[in-house]
């Protein structure tokens, strides 16, 4: 019985020792993850925007103007963030279907105040109005390049350009893109990829487009103010990211627009002024700046009628304003515009409240609701905020020339 049970435990010892050798690290080669000391890398961005340079502004009464216009839209805001669309000054009457494109526009203007102002709490106005318009944006990988901005049934080319431009003037009036997390430049640049997928293969864009059933373009919509709205926001987009992609699809939309008819094209205007500063001017690109300069001079008797539209006129204020800055950055003569910039002025301050050219009879509790609001003629005495965007960018505009040629 012994001898039975002498080769069962040897056999018992023998695998037990095998065990161990395979356990044993040492033999068995097999080494325990360690544990790491290093700190973890940050998750990558890929977009990343630097410090803005902006144009100092000097002191000037055109200030009080901006901080008017300003403290209208935050007076007329509500508390979701929603900013005022339409208002009929007479009647306190609000019944219109609002655009998305011009309130994204009222939102840039409250960013253009906060840095006149230097006062965070416009900015603070702007955010929540952004963060009402932001779910907006529509993006769909599988029908169409990058994000659009989606308004009465259809992605404009001009929402794209407007919203870009909102997070600009962010950027510009805070040196920051975030907010409360979320990457607006990261936003802007999708903006940017459907601004380009917008192109036409013979030049310019399409102005709008369909994202329903597959998406589509509309070649028969048109609006005067695109192209020049839509080469600025590219413009903007490759100052915040240095990205030279940017500044080439803008070369390649400028030499088309200054092939075509001269009109009095604010956001080409302005476009023309980012070249100047971001990149350069050339004869050609002059030459058309100054033919849409005279053309706005050009009709200023008719333009200063008091029957006439202060939005339209406002828009014209950023046309030769835009205009002066590029001529002066480019050593062009400019000196000119100055006078003919301030008779613009000059007739739309006339309609911002409590200013009232048309003499209408308001009771003191309307001057005090609408003060700052810039309404639109005396047959169309509305404020619309479209109009108080373009009057706030074409001062502040204007102001940033004149601190140029100041500091020369």
């Known amino acids: 019985m012994r001898k039975q049970i002498i080769p069962v435990l040897i056999a018992i010892l023998i695998i037990a020792f095998a065990a161990y050798l395979w356990m044993n690290p040492v033999f068995s080669g097999f080494q325990p993850p360690v544990e790491s000391t290093a700190v973890p890398s940050p998750t990558p961005t890929p977009i990343s925007a630097h410090a803005p340079e902006v144009i100092p502004l000097r002191n000037d009464p055109l200030k009080k103007s901006i901080l008017a216009a300003g403290d209208y839209l935050v007076r007329q805001q509500l508390a979701n963030g929603e900013l005022p669309y339409q208002v009929n000054i007479l009647t306190s009457n609000r019944s219109s279907t609002p655009s998305y494109i011009r309130l994204m526009g009222g939102v840039s203007a409250l960013y253009i105040v906060c840095r006149v102002a230097e006062d965070s ?6 955010d929540r109005a952004l963060e009402h318009y932001l779910p907006n944006l ?30 600009y003037k962010r950027w510009q009036a805070t040196g920051n893109v975030l907010l409360d997390g979320h990457d607006l430049l990261a936003d802007a640049v999708n903006l940017g990829y459907f601004i380009v997928s917008m192109r036409k293969p013979e030049g310019g864009f399409y102005h709008s487009f369909d994202p329903h059933a597959g ?27 240095g990205n030279g992609f940017w500044l080439e699809q803008a070369r390649e ?11 009095e094209d604010n956001g080409h205007s302005h476009a023309l002024a980012l070249f100047a500063r971001l990149d350069e001017l050339n004869r050609k690109d002059e030459a058309y700046a100054k033919q849409v300069a005279d053309l706005i001079i050009a009709g200023q008797v008719r333009s200063l009628n008091p029957a006439n539209s202060s939005i339209s006129t406002a828009t014209k204020i950023e046309a030769l304003a835009s205009i002066a800055q590029a001529f002066f950055l480019s050593g062009a003569d400019h000196e000119w515009l100055d006078r003919e910039t301030r008779a613009f002025i000059t007739f739309v ?3 911002q409240l409590p200013g009232n050219d048309c003499s209408f009879d308001l ?19 509305s404020i619309r905020v479209d109009g108080i965007q373009h009057w706030v960018n074409g001062l502040t505009l204007y102001l940033e020339y004149q601190s140029l040629f100041a500091g020369r």
């Open 121 to 126: 709490s416009y900015c603070e106005a702007g």
């Open 363 to 381: 009771a003191a509790d309307a001057i005090r609701q609408y003060k700052g609001g810039l309404f639109g003629s005396c047959e169309d005495p």
């Open 253 to 263: 939309i400028n030499d088309f627009l200054v092939s075509q008819p001269v009109t």
């Open 138 to 167: 529509l993006s769909d990988a599988d029908h169409f390049k990058g994000t659009c901005l989606y308004t009465n049934g259809a992605c404009p080319l001009g929402g794209a350009a407007v919203t870009v431009d909102a997070v």
């Open 215 to 241: 998406g589509t373009v509309n070649p028969d919509y048109f609006d005067p103010s695109f192209n020049g709205e839509g080469a600025a926001a590219l413009l903007q987009l490759y100052e915040m990211t």
């Open 349 to 351: 301050r006339a309609r």
